[in-house]
């Protein structure tokens, strides 16, 4: 034989091999693709028109999966579900503020926010409304004649860096100090805060500044602050009750006053 034979030869077995190993690539292509048909899964992008298998050339593959429809152009091969509506979101809960009723701030406004049992001047926010029988009518309480307690200033003492801060403010004693503020505030000190949880009270005594009371348990309450520079010389400026209803005064607690 010729070598020219030979080298065709040698060519026409390559060219039939690759074409070969082509074919079977497509046709296993094509078996994965009849798979995901028949599993619902298709491919993105337009849609994919099978082609007719020749009945010499299906496998055992095909005949266990369904029969396939080709799409007719009219409908879409993939069914898409419309998600579902977005659930509304609960609306928030009004927060209740702490706050006076407005009974209370009516009450409050006729009396001047003096309490009608021991006279305190209080805030709005640290007032009581209660009625006392045989009365109907709502009177206006301060927190310790509405819990039948008495007065803390009573027994309270001031601590020393608030005495000695005062003192050099009036240029008095220590002890003077201590004496004229705790006196100040029992008679004209005004409630303006009461924290039960941490067992505090602030107060305003006027023309001078506020002040805070501590009443840890099993001790006597303590004045602290000025919260603020005191003035020189400060003054107590009293303001007397501007109105009234004229009621008759209420009994104080035991030990008030």
Known sequence: MRPSAIVDLWM?????????????????????????????????????VPARTRPDRVTDIDRSLPPRRAPDGSTDPVSLTAAPPPKPRPAKKPTKKDGPSAEVVAVWEAEDGRCEACTRAMDRTCARVATVPPSSVPRLLC????????????????????????????????????????AGLRTYGVLLRLDGRRRRRRYWLPGVGAFTLFQAPASPPVVGGPLGKLRPHPTIRVKPQARTRGLPRLPQPDGAG
């Open 143 to 182: 927190p310790d004649c509405t819990n039948h307690r008495p007065d803390p200033l009573t027994t309270a003492v001031v601590g020393p860096q608030t005495a000695q801060a005062l003192a050099g403010a009036l240029a008095t004693t220590v002890e003077a100090s201590a004496a004229w503020l705790v």
């Open 12 to 48: 026409y077995a390559v060219s039939y091999h690759r074409g070969l190993s082509k074919l079977r690539r497509l046709r296993a292509l094509d078996q994965l693709e009849r798979i995901a048909w028949g599993r619902g899964g298709l491919p993105t992008g337009r849609p994919h």
